[in-house]
Nanobody
């Protein structure tokens, strides 16, 4: 399994970014996938997940601002992030595993992409 994130960068508060995660090496459509983030000095937290049937979940702090989606033809996971705030600054990771495994315990992780939001 290989996951490669891209799309991070530096933006001002209120701006937008779209993260991408290119997946390979497994049956993409049958796994759960998600985005996680870790800020300096903080624990890694789940941001959004998407099930094999397309059902989504979001952490409360990003509801209404972030959207997770999958492109099955491109084997790519996306995270559209709008109305970004300084507290969204973190390293963002893509991850995947079977849906019956708790997200923070998933086995397969990308290398991360940095998102920095300035006020």
């Amino acid at each position: 399994v290989q996951l490669v994130e891209s799309g991070g960068g530096s933006v001002q508060a209120g701006g937008s970014l779209r993260l991408s995660c290119a997946a390979s090496g497994y049956t993409y459509s049958t796994y759960c996938m998600g985005w996680f983030r870790q800020a300096p000095g903080k624990e890694r937290e789940g941001v959004a997940t998407i099930d094999s049937d397309g059902s989504t979940t979001y952490t409360d702090s990003v509801k209404g601002r972030f959207t997770i989606s999958k492109d099955y033809a491109k084997n790519t996971l996306y995270l559209q992030m709008n109305s970004l705030q300084p507290e969204d600054t973190a390293m963002y990771y893509c991850a995947t595993d079977w849906c019956d495994v708790a997200p923070l315990l998933w086995s397969f992780w990308g290398q991360g992409t940095q998102v920095t939001v300035s006020s």
